[in-house]
């Protein structure tokens, strides 16, 4: 997943600069945002917040860090991403925040544990063996997180006038629904707040 995604995203990311939104391919700043609000919505959730480690998959420019903070969600926070570009600037906008360059899928955070894991816009970019890479990401992701997990996907309901498929996948909601209810009943699905993409929250 590696030479993929960091490929592509330190070309975007060389083109936007620091513009975070349009170098994690959002459509605005706006769009952007209203995506760390849905995250953030499990941190009010069953399951106290504070003092909650929050792991940030895919972080890129380390914008959901920025909008933590600036609505008060003090948590320890660790971002990691693929690309050294994102990395980069993730360090240059947040020197208080921790980011580390490295490939989530064979990434070895020994023995730590998270409170929650957030993941956003990561998967949408096609890779070799897409749904296998995903799911085991997936997998990984429940095992490291202590009370919830939440990641977004494009979905495959989408109005094919909106499908980019020539970069972008679109994932099936009821397979990707399907492979986490292997892992705990305790699943929400919202395909309501975006024609074309659902969330998916996993709480423990």
């Not at 490929?7 to 975070?20: A, E, N, P, R, V």
């Not at 700043?29 to 917040?49: H, N, T, V, W, Y």
């Not at 994102?86 to 998270?114: C, Q």
Request: aromatic content about 16%; hydrophobic content about 35%.
């Amino acid at each position: 997943m590696r030479d993929e995604n960091a490929s592509y995203f330190d070309k975007s990311c060389k083109q936007h600069k620091d513009c975070g939104w349009a170098a994690a391919l959002w459509f605005s700043e706006e769009d952007q945002i209203g995506r760390f609000a849905l995250l953030a919505k499990m941190l009010s959730g069953p399951f106290p917040p504070k003092n909650s480690y929050i792991l940030d998959v895919g972080c890129g420019q380390g914008d959901l860090y920025g909008f933590l903070r600036n609505r008060g969600i003090k948590n320890n926070y660790l971002g990691i991403d693929v690309s050294s570009e994102m990395i980069g600037y993730a360090k240059k906008k947040y020197p208080e925040g921790d980011f580390i360059l490295g490939d989530f899928s064979t990434y070895d955070f020994e023995n730590l544990k998270f409170g929650y894991v957030m993941c956003n816009g990561m998967f949408s970019v096609k890779i070799n063996n897409q749904l296998d890479v995903v799911k085991n990401c997936i997998y990984k992701m429940y095992d490291l997180s202590e009370n919830a997990l939440s990641i977004n996907f494009l979905s495959d309901e989408a109005p094919d006038e909106q499908k980019f498929k020539e970069y972008y996948f679109y994932y099936s909601p009821i397979d990707i629904l399907k492979c986490c209810l292997k892992l705990t009943t305790d699943v929400k699905l919202d395909h309501s707040y975006c024609d074309h993409e659902f969330m998916i929250t996993i709480y423990k």
